[in-house]
């Protein structure tokens, strides 16, 4: 606004010698003659709801070509349908040529500065008038005094009505409408509840913190799986089980923390409309580190204190083997004896509980042994299941048959590579339905596993995206999001120090999508990154050759860096590494992407419109050109949750890690 004010009053000025000078312009002479003229550039609010009370602001400009006089009142009223109701008397200070100033109403006829709305919607008029009572009579002009706009009072506060009120702390977001980060307008989690439609996500071990130490030196995830020689140095030859680690919180004081993080996490992923966890479960014991059934178990009653959340216990059928087919069944049975009063466990309308089964046909297991397990929780705890097996990848057909009689819904585990076969997940939903069976379809983002010394190739977040544009295409009712946290395998979409926020908030977009049946509206630009640290193909200097990751699906592994862009328009989006910007014109607004090849460096990314700038921003995350042990993670940013230049100073080694700074959000770079 400044600049555009310069800008004015220099043309201005070459006007006046300008030998093109003309009739037309000598007719705006009013303006341009010697003095001061007081005018209404603005005025708010312009919508307010119903019974509500309200304080109008405006901002009036000076655009003469004197400064107005000092020490007289620079008075301003407020009229709505033509009724004085407000006013402001309070300024004096001389108003430059050019100057403008927002005044807000300080009393008014009845004493008070506020307005009543009316208890029923409808479109009046709003006035502002500067100077209304002429204090001063030598402004160039007397008659332009007058800023009248309709003033709509709207039924209730919403998230969709473009205007900041209700709980708002930003246009249509803030606390009841999602977060401000988002690029669209959240619908109430209530109404992505009610939605036919389901989105479960599964519950993997890892909660937010394992043993309540600093999370910048010493707490588990630092010391046990991120340290190269960490678990005893179990982890070495790949350069330690983790790349990342989940958002960290300072140490809680609260001999309660467990519960306390668990509803945290429940309450961050009902955030974006999960309806519940498919909650991994292998033993009623803490082994392991410690606490795996207290893990678990704590979800389970933070979501049942918390309410409006669902728990499927999910047998991992893998890890969970006593040794014997009947020991295996006592431990089903007595998991879900102690689950089983649980309000927050999962029914059907007809009171079965949903239980989950990953991997059924591990140990060799076969429909039978199931059937043994339903017809135990039926006998001995009077808990008749809806048995839903996760099959690996996407079940086989023998598969389908072999659990056509003891399940009740079937489910995948997927693979983390892009969907680019139109009507992929609706030709699994009809398979299914073959059999009578509901589909639960698995969407994933990404796949590493330096323990298993494997990846699969997701090409930024496109697995993540294409998955979900797939499922909503194709019709899908339900499905399982893999994961909310498995930090091992590095796919949850749990905000994490590597991927940040980004596989979050975009699955928040899809959920919505999803759910409603409509495509979210762009409200604000917002450009997510993802690219890895380094090139698939660089020789880690201390890891051994023989332990490189290999590529399992979607190979070979692509090196490109990604820009996504939540963009409200058409605009321009752009990628600078080092001296090259690779740049793509996108001709309408929406999810776009662009990719180009990475290079060593910390890249840029940048929205144009017009030629302007409209955001940019740098990665978190610098591209190495050497390594000591392979990093296969892709990691990723946002421009609408930018580390704090504060934090960064303070983070000042060569790790740039940035955690824990005072007063400061902990969604900061490791
Ligand atoms: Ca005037
Ligand atoms: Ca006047
Ligand atoms: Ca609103």
């Not at 797939?470 to 991927?499: C, F, M, Y």
């Not at 090139?535 to 332990?547: E, K, M, Y």
């Not at 607004?589 to 929205?607: H, K, N």
């Amino acid at each position: 606004m400044v600049l555009a004010a310069g800008l004015t009053a220099a043309l201005v000025g070459c006007e006046g010698t300008d030998p093109g000078w003309t009739e037309e312009a000598e007719s705006s002479q009013a303006g341009l003659a010697d003095g001061y003229n007081l005018v209404v550039t603005g005025v708010s609010p312009t919508t307010v709801t119903v019974g509500g009370s309200v304080t109008f602001s405006a901002t009036i400009q000076n655009t003469g070509t004197a400064a107005t006089p000092a020490g007289v009142v620079h008075g301003l009223s407020f009229w709505v349908n033509g009724t004085q109701v407000s006013w402001s008397d309070t300024h004096t200070a001389s108003l430059p040529a050019g100057g403008s100033v927002t005044l807000t109403a300080n009393s008014g006829p009845t004493g008070t500065r506020l307005w009543q709305a009316p208890g029923t919607p409808g479109t009046h008029t709003l006035k502002a008038f500067v100077d209304d009572i002429n204090r001063m009579p030598a402004e160039t002009n007397e008659s332009d005094n007058e800023y009248s706009v309709p003033l709509t009072v709207a039924a209730t506060a919403t998230c969709s009505d473009r205007v900041r009120n209700g709980t708002e702390t930003g246009v249509d977001c803030g606390p009841d409408c999602g977060p401000c980060e988002w690029a669209f307008t959240a619908v109430p989690r209530a109404t992505l509840r009610q939605s036919a439609r389901k989105v479960y996500a599964h519950w993997h071990y890892y909660p937010v913190s394992i043993d309540n130490y600093n999370p910048t030196t010493n707490d588990y995830y630092e010391r046990g799986y991120i340290a190269v020689n960490g678990e005893g140095g179990t982890h070495a030859a790949y350069g330690g089980m983790m790349r990342e680690r989940p958002l960290a919180r300072r140490t809680r004081p609260e001999a309660d923390w467990r519960l306390r993080d668990a509803k945290d996490d429940i309450q961050l992923a009902a955030r974006i409309g999960i309806d519940g966890f498919y909650l991994n479960l292998w033993t009623d014991s803490d082994v392991n580190n410690g606490g795996v059934w207290t893990r678990a178990k704590t979800i389970v009653d933070a979501a049942s204190q918390l309410g409006d959340f669902d728990i499927v216990p999910n047998f991992d059928m893998t890890i969970l083997n006593t040794g014997s087919a009947s020991g295996d069944q006592d431990t089903m049975i007595r998991i879900l004896g102690k689950l089983e009063a649980s309000p927050a466990l999962l029914k059907r309308p007809d009171g079965k509980f949903v239980v989950g089964l990953f991997n059924p046909a591990a140990q060799g297991r076969t429909a039978s042994f199931y059937a043994t397990v339903k017809q135990r929780a039926a006998a001995e705890l009077g808990m008749n299941l809806y048995l839903v097996p996760v099959f690996l990848g996407t079940g086989s057909t023998a598969l389908f048959e072999e659990y056509k009689t003891v399940g009740d819904a079937y489910a995948g585990w997927g693979t983390a590579i892009p969907v680019t076969t139109a009507g992929y997940s609706g030709g699994l939903k009809t398979k299914a339905a073959g059999y009578g069976k509901p589909w639960i379809h698995p969407v994933s983002s990404q796949d590493f596993r330096p323990k298993d010394k494997a990846f699969w190739e997701a090409r930024n977040s496109l697995t993540l995206r294409s998955i979900w544009e797939n499922v909503i295409a194709d019709g899908l009712d339900q499905v399982q999001i893999i994961t909310w946290n498995d930090q091992h395998e590095h796919h949850n979409i749990r905000p994490s120090t590597g991927k940040q926020w980004p596989a979050y908030d975009m699955t928040a977009y899809y959920i919505q999508w999803f759910k409603t049946g409509t495509r979210p509206t762009i409200e604000r630009d917002v450009l997510y990154y993802n690219h890895r640290l380094h090139n698939a193909s660089l020789a880690p200097t201390r890891q051994a050759s023989v332990d490189l990751a290999t590529c399992r699906a979607g190979c070979p592994a692509t090196n490109d860096v990604e820009l996504v862009g939540f963009l409200k328009s058409a605009g321009r989006l752009e990628i600078t590494q080092g001296a090259t910007t690779y740049g793509v014109d996108k001709t309408e607004g929406g999810v776009q992407a662009i990719r180009t090849a990475m290079a060593v460096g910390t890249p840029t990314f940048r929205l144009k419109r017009s030629g302007a700038t409209v955001v940019q921003f740098q990665s978190m995350h610098p591209i190495v050109g050497t390594t000591e042990y392979q990093d296969l993670l892709y990691r990723a940013g946002g421009s609408s949750r930018a580390a704090l230049p504060s934090c960064a100073t303070s983070c000042v080694n060569g790790e740039a890690r940035c955690l824990l700074c005072p007063g400061e959000p902990l969604w900061l770079k490791r």
